[in-house]
């Protein structure tokens, strides 16, 4: 509907242009926003007061120039000039029943897109190195990497989803030490434990399987335990597979999947990371300093140089980033989003620093990033820290586990993703309002419920009959659904456009809300046919909507509950 105001709008500005009230070289940027008070009209527009001083002309005389000069629609039955110069546009019968044929017609299409169309977007999330289980920030970074990829998805993009992990370094020695010393039948409490080692009960099975000589096979490796425990390195191979495999499970079961794993190790073992770091020299963006050599990040916006080369030899963390960046930009992505935690704040402008200095034709301000918060986990009114397995916090599959996939994904992703979430078991758990997946859940199961007892009571409905009544849509609380079915496709474009999985969540809630109290107050099942099969007909179309917006958050709409 705001399209088709906005439309109208464009035309009238262009009939202004060809008569002379405007000049040729007006750039209007045309807003349309819908009204708070419905006694005010259904949408407004600001368009004369924008256009007032090139025009020198009054705002509100100028509004009544562009609403003399509207061309006739038939989703527009009249307009009013408020205030300084707004122009209130009361939409007509007709728009309701356009929208809600056009819902029916594209049913798990409506709200979708072309504005991505011949364009390839990579985000890139989880990552998480195969150290242990994931834990519940990497379950936050599930949840709104997925619903990012499918927004963009939802918007025409060709969007692929990937997974960088480390398999070697620091972190994954400390693992196989820690495997290692289970294999020799050595425990935390033993002096010898790897000082730095892991201390979760996931160690003593990895260590058991190791033993055993099973195969592991994760999504992008396999390996087979030697059974040897003086095999360090069979032990550091097995170990990263095992633990690859087992996040593949944690993924699977919140039905997240991704096309690319790819490994820092393989940046070295290909000269991706010798190639970049020479090319940074060779541009003159290098120093050498007590030993070490520096990158002059503050040529582009750092507070401070950093270190690329530590004097005692070996790379910072970034530097392999800048590579694995330019790669990515080789392989041709118009958009490049990286969804991590919020501790990865502090590599955003050394990265692309790096990207700039390397001058390779990468655009300012690449790659785009979406960070999120901590989470804290509640039951009981305290929180939960630690689960046995991983021994030192709780895993995403505990989540999974105790509240199920839609419900964590839903909470997950439900709030802006740099605020702190605080996820309640309590509440993810209950059949109640409060618990807004099950409202949710429970508006789309209704609605089903509405057809099943249509069939029970020998009634017949069909999409044609149906869209004939919609004129007797008379009510208020019937023109606010339209209204806010009306909205969906303008919150997919935007909440892609923003990297806001949560304005899915949140309009979900509000149309569930709407639909809610509309079925509580006005019966849908009513002995006049054409009331009955208006409102048959517009509790269909809040169905598709409420699915389409579901299927973006990766959550279920179940027909019963």
């Excluded at 519940?136 to 997925?146: F, L, P, S, Y």
Aim: charged content about 25%; overall charge negative.
């Amino acid at each position: 509907m705001k399209q088709q105001i906005a439309d109208i709008i464009s035309a009238a500005v262009q009939a202004l242009i060809e008569n002379g009230t405007l000049g040729a070289d007006v750039q209007p940027k045309i807003m349309v926003e819908n009204t708070r008070d419905k006694s005010h009209g259904d949408f407004a527009s600001n368009i004369a007061m924008t256009l007032a001083k090139p025009a020198r002309r009054n705002p509100r005389e100028l509004a009544q120039m562009l609403v003399d000069a509207l061309p006739a629609s038939e989703f527009v039955e009249k307009t009013e000039i408020a205030g300084p110069g707004f122009i209130n546009f009361f939409v007509s019968d007709a728009s309701t029943s356009s929208l809600i044929k056009a819902i029916l017609t594209q049913a798990d299409a409506y709200g979708r897109n072309d504005s991505g169309a011949g364009k390839k977007a990579q985000v890139e999330f989880v990552s998480a190195n195969p150290t242990g289980p994931l834990h519940i920030g990497h379950g936050r970074g599930a949840a709104v990497g997925d619903c990012l990829c499918r927004l963009m998805e939802a918007n025409g993009w060709d969007v692929t989803r990937e997974f960088y992990y480390n398999d070697a370094g620091a972190q994954i020695n400390n693992l196989a030490l820690s495997v290692q010393a289970r294999c020799k039948g050595l425990t935390p409490e033993d002096p010898s434990w790897p000082a730095d080692g892991y201390r979760g009960e996931y160690i003593v099975e990895l260590a058991d399987s190791f033993m055993r000589g099973d195969t592991v096979t994760s999504e992008d490796q396999s390996f087979t335990g030697t059974q040897d425990a003086d095999d360090l390195d069979a032990i550091r191979h097995f170990a990263v597979a095992y633990l690859r495999h087992e996040q593949d499970l944690d993924l699977k079961a919140f039905g997240v999947d991704f096309d690319v794993y790819f490994l820092e190790s393989s940046l070295y073992a290909d000269g991706k990371v010798e190639a970049a770091v020479n090319t940074l020299i060779e541009n003159d963006f290098t120093y050498e300093e007590d030993g070490a050599l520096w990158l002059r990040t503050t040529d582009f916006g750092d507070d401070k140089d950093r270190v690329m080369r530590k004097k005692e030899g070996g790379y910072t963390y970034f530097v392999p980033d800048v590579a694995y960046h330019l790669d990515k930009w080789q392989r041709g992505f118009d958009t490049v989003i990286n969804e991590q935690g919020a501790d990865h704040h502090g590599t955003i402008a050394r990265v692309r620093a790096g990207l700039q200095a390397l001058n390779t034709g990468i655009p300012k301000g690449w790659p785009d990033y979406v960070l999120h918060q901590m989470v804290t986990v509640m039951r009981g009114g305290e929180e939960v820290k630690i689960s046995k397995r991983a021994g030192s916090y709780l895993t995403l599959r505990d989540l999974i586990d105790e509240v199920g996939r839609d419900a964590t994904r839903f909470f997950l992703a439900a709030r802006k993703s740099d605020s702190h979430l605080t996820f309640d078991i309590d509440l993810a758990r209950s059949e109640s309002a409060d618990n807004p997946v099950y409202y949710i859940q429970y508006a789309h199961a209704r609605v089903c419920s509405i057809f099943r007892k249509l069939a029970e009571n020998n009634w017949s409905w069909d999409e044609e009959t149906g869209i004939a009544a919609l004129g007797s849509l008379t009510l208020d609380s019937e023109k606010q659904l339209v209204m806010n079915l009306g909205r969906y496709p303008e919150v997919v474009r935007n909440a892609a456009a923003a990297r806001e999985p949560h304005q899915i969540a949140n309009y979900l809630k509000d149309l569930a809300a709407d639909f809610h109290t509309y079925y509580n107050s006005e019966k849908t099942l009513v002995e006049d046919a054409d009331v009955r099969n208006a409102r048959l007909t517009l509790a269909l179309a809040v169905r598709h909507v409420l699915a389409n917006g579901l299927g973006l958050l990766g959550v279920s709409a179940p027909e019963q509950m």
